[in-house]
Each structure stands twice: as C-alpha cells, then as structure tokens.
C-alpha cells in the first residue's frame, strides 16, 4: 500500500538553529499538508499546499515557516530560528483530489534544546 | 471556530469487553467525520471515514455512527483485544471550498486494554 515517508524520524537541534523536515508523499495525490503535535496535546493544522503554493494556513504557521516541493517529488517544511515550544511530532499528509483519499506520514519528532 | 470534544480522556477495559467512545463536533462546512487511531510515536491510522448521509459505518470490530443533526459521533470497538490499546481521535473534515480539506483534531481517548 503507498505510503507517505518522512525523514528524519527523529531530530534534535539547538535553539536558533534552523530545521528542515522533508516528506515524500504518495506520488499521484496532488494536496499536501503539515500538521504537528506536541507532546500530550491534539494534533494541529499548520499548512496546505495544492499546485505549488499555500492553499491556507493556520495562526501557528508563521513567518518562522515555510514549505517547499523543490523536485515535485518532496515536500518539505522550513524552521528558521528554532524555539523551544517547537518541540513537537511533525506529521505529513497527502491526499488525492477526492475527499477520503488522505494519508498520513508516520512524523518527525523534533527536540529543540 | 472550529473545535471536536471527545470523552472520556482515557479508558481502561478488560480485554475482549466492548467499549463505546464518544465525539462532539461543531466544524463548518461539515465534509466528513473520519476515527483514526493513533499508536504512541506514531501518525494517525484511518478506521473510518462518514459523510453527512451516513449513519453507521463498519471497519471490522469497529462501528462508527454519525448523527449530523445533533453533530455527535461514536465509535463501538467490539471484543477488544490488547493491540486495540491507542488513542482513538475524532477528526473532522472542513470542506474549503478550494478542494483541500483541512482536519480538526480532538484530543483523543486513550484506550488501554488489560489481560
């Protein structure tokens, strides 16, 4: 069955420093998105990207983010200046054109110290 | 704002019990009702996905119902079994209108099923 691969599943990086977590997302779905779920809490819409740009994003989606799909076969999702509340499981999600087709990554944990 | 309540937080049952979880949504414009569960350290898994003509959908020994008037939603796990043990997610579906659905997440009820 297609997946959606994340990589890596796991990071630590200093405060300040910038991160960049990629996703491959199931090749013929044409929506993307990135959620993230901090530890204990429910998981968060962050952004949506459909045809090469930002369909819509949320309030925690900030100037400190950006996403890109630089090959048409990765997407990615851009931390500047790392802050410790980043701290959380980023999740990948792919979806076709219809409305059930959506696929979750199995996330990136991120430690920010 | 859109926002999913789910109840009760947690839940501990003996295994091959049945257990019944609970979903309060208020989401505009509704497109779907979907059950994930989510193993911990891990993404979201799909049980289930309603649309608002649906009542009752069936994935195995779990049963979802959806009541769009009242916008409340369950999911029925019958005979459970201790690889059931995961939080169940309620996560509703927003229809943008530009083709992309964005989903709201409740916090989950986290099941864990004993011998």
């Known amino acids: 069955e297609p997946e959606v691969t994340q990589t890596p599943s796991h990071q630590v990086t200093q405060m300040g420093q910038e991160v960049i977590l990629r996703c491959v997302p199931i090749s013929n779905h044409l929506y993307f998105y990135w959620y993230r779920q901090i530890l204990g809490q429910k998981v968060e819409f962050l952004v949506s990207f459909y045809n090469n740009e930002i369909s819509e994003k949320s309030e925690i989606f900030d100037d400190q983010f950006s996403v890109e799909r630089p090959d048409g076969s990765n997407f990615t999702l851009k931390i500047r200046s790392t802050k410790l509340e980043d701290s959380a499981m980023y999740f990948c999600?792919?979806?076709?054109?219809?409305?059930?087709?959506?696929?979750f990554g199995s996330g990136t944990r991120l430690t920010v110290v | 704002k859109n926002q999913v309540e789910q109840s009760p937080q947690s839940l501990i049952i003996l295994e091959g019990k049945n257990c019944t979880l609970q979903c309060n949504y208020t989401v505009s414009p509704f497109s779907n009702l979907r059950w994930y569960k989510q193993d911990t350290g891990r993404g979201p898994v799909s049980l289930t996905i309603m649309t608002f003509s649906e009542n009752t959908k069936s994935n195995g020994r779990y049963t979802a119902t959806l009541d769009a008037d009242t916008k409340q939603s369950s999911l029925h796990i019958t005979a459970s079994q201790l690889s059931d043990s995961a939080s169940y997610i309620c996560?509703?579906?927003?229809?943008?209108?530009?083709?992309?659905?964005?989903?709201?997440f409740g916090k989950g009820t986290k099941l864990s099923v004993i011998p």
């Open positions: 999600a792919s979806q076709t054109g219809h409305r059930y087709g959506y696929t």
């Open positions: 996560v509703v579906s927003a229809d943008s209108g530009a083709g992309s659905y964005q989903l709201t």
